[in-house]
């Protein structure tokens, strides 16, 4: 019994989808494959351009590590591939140790989340503050966008700096080589891609803005840097298997960037696959995709592909295209196959200048901006820890950022978890204030239920809150929290309780908050977008006054009886 359970837990997705599975899924899987597959192509050359290789490096990790990712992972709809988070690390670890140094430190990642994902530690990743990430992605995305100035203006620059404040130097040096014809053909495909998404999420933007840019660097002449005549082209087949030369000597070295790449996939592999769960209904096993992530990363040097992780937008794209199960990642890496066998040699018209827009498009969204006005409205203490996060990342490097936002994760739970302690006397009117919050004297009635929330809510903890939203369809039309003995709440469980709400408010239930602390219920005032969205009158001082709030809703639920009749 207890090892059927054990191996129902390592199973994968693609074999758990595989028992209720049926010819109408299949046939939604093959086009959602066939759509993100044709998505994938443009990123996964952009991002290996960006990081220094060539376009088929990029196109043959997005083969073999989504086909991978999808055959072996825990998350049913996502997809697997190239990402805009390694760009900047890729880039840094070719500089300093060469190609066969990354490929070394993307097998040395990989088997990092191997570990990982076999010793339970998938859950580790929570333990990451929300300033932390939000100062990440924003510091990787004003990396990738200055890296793409030059093929977006068209720039005559010999090589790009690989320091940020040199690059920006550099850009401004030698912009007065503008190209009139790449920087019209990137602002195109800019507008492209925002005229797509405007008109609907089902159109594969980067698809659209490539074709029409190729067809007229092909059709008008239009004398702007191409893959072709940059790289050559891509060769064509099937890609080649080659063990990465193995140098001892380099292991000391990458041990930190192979470390950054390796949180860097959990990070985004994991934040992609509660995407995906939000999106389609279903729950990811953390650990087996990250035992896939690092599986894939083993294999993408030896096909000469560079490191992957879950693809936030790609998997979006999936959904949206109708994907019921990992058959449509795998169907995603063949079509990107086939795309390599049949039509290797259309790929030389693509200009540069395109494929620069699509990253500029890539690095805004994956930028995480609307976080900031919020964030900015939350302690000094998270204030700082997003600046510094973001500085590091920019200014110095993302191995350094990763290992100093670990650090400040753990001062600032010391920190949080220290200021719940107090000692204070037992006086009548304590004993008076707490009459309110007691729930032994309080009739819970059959439209609402009750959850608690117990201890300091924190980073590392925000997962639990799952308890509340794991079973909707069984819960009544009110939902109370009671924040009585939660201790101290931070920028990260705000978040949660927020993405809590908005999970109720979509199955048409309220949530209501009762009895917070001083600091909680500070922060709630501060963060003027959460109380938007439980809306202040859901935010109660004590459960009596939230059962009161708890019969006004459930009488606003009911059918109204008309005027004059009884």
């Known amino acids: 019994m207890v090892g059927a359970f054990l191996n129902e837990n390592w199973l994968p997705k693609s074999v758990l989808c595989l028992r209720d599975y049926t010819r109408h899924k299949f046939l939604l899987d093959v086009i959602a494959g066939l759509t993100v597959g044709l998505v994938a192509l443009p990123l996964a050359m952009a991002f290996a351009i960006a990081s220094g290789l060539t376009p088929q490096a990029g196109i043959y990790c997005a083969i073999v590590t989504g086909f991978l990712v999808s055959a072996l992972g825990g998350s049913k709809t996502q997809i697997g591939g190239p990402t805009g988070a390694f760009v900047v690390v890729v880039a840094g670890i070719i500089a300093v140790h060469g190609v066969d140094g990354l490929f070394m430190c993307t097998v040395m990642a990989g088997i990092f989340l191997i570990v990982m994902g076999l010793t339970g530690l998938g859950t580790a990743v929570k333990f990451i503050p929300r300033p932390v990430v939000i100062g990440f992605t924003n510091g990787i995305a004003v990396l990738i966008a200055s890296t793409q100035i030059k093929d977006f203006f068209g720039l005559h620059l010999d090589k790009v700096p690989g320091v940020f404040w040199q690059r920006v130097e550099a850009l401004a040096s030698s912009f007065h080589t503008l190209s009139f014809e790449a920087t019209a053909l990137a602002v195109f495909t800019l507008l492209t891609l925002i005229i797509c998404r405007g008109l609907s999420a089902r159109i594969p933007g980067p698809i659209v803005a490539l074709l029409l840019s190729t067809c007229a660097v092909y059709f008008f002449h239009l004398p702007v840097e191409t893959i072709g005549t940059r790289f050559g082209g891509i060769p064509g087949g ?90 449509a990642g795998i169907i995603h890496a063949l079509t990107l196959l086939c795309i390599l066998l049949f039509a290797a040699p259309l790929v030389s018209y693509i200009p540069m200048a395109a494929l620069a827009g699509i990253l500029m498009i890539v690095s805004y969204n994956m930028g995480e901006w609307r976080e900031i006005p919020q964030l900015l409205k939350l302690t000094k203490t998270d204030i700082s820890i997003w600046l510094v996060t973001f500085a590091l990342t920019v200014f110095a490097d993302l191995t350094v950022a990763v290992e100093a936002g670990m650090i400040l994760a753990a001062l600032l739970f010391i920190s949080r978890v220290a200021s719940t302690t107090t000692v204070s006397q037992v006086t009548d009117d304590y004993v008076e204030d707490g009459r309110v919050h007691i729930l032994q004297d309080k009739d819970i009635p059959y439209y609402a239920t009750i959850f608690r929330i117990h201890g300091p809510f924190l980073f590392g903890a925000t997962d639990k809150i799952s308890a509340v939203t794991e079973n909707l369809h069984r819960l009544p039309p009110v939902v109370i929290l009671r924040l009585r003995n939660m201790t101290a709440l931070d920028a990260t469980g705000l978040f949660a309780i927020e993405e809590a709400a908005k999970q109720l408010h979509a199955s048409k239930r309220t949530l209501i908050l009762c009895g917070a602390r001083e600091q909680p219920l500070k922060l709630m005032h501060q963060a003027a977008e959460f109380e938007e969205v439980l809306g202040k009158e859901n935010i109660c001082d004590n459960v009596q006054e939230a059962l009161r709030r708890a019969e006004e809703v459930y009488e606003g639920l009911q059918p109204q009886t008309p005027a004059g009749k009884l």
Do not use: C, K, W, Y
Not at 252 to 265: D, I, Q, R, S, W
């Open 238 to 327: 099937l890609p080649h298997l080659q063990i990465p030369q193995f140098r001892s000597d380099l292991i000391h070295g990458l041990l930190g960037p192979a470390f950054t790449v390796a949180m860097l996939g959990a990070i985004e592999s994991l934040m992609s696959a509660v995407v995906s769960d939000r999106m389609s209904n279903d729950r990811h096993n953390p650990n087996v995709e990250l035992v896939a992530q690092g599986v894939a990363n083993v294999f993408s040097p030896m096909f000469g592909g560079l490191p992957a992780t879950g693809a936030i937008a790609r998997t979006a794209t999936n959904i949206r295209s109708g994907a019921q199960s990992p058959v």
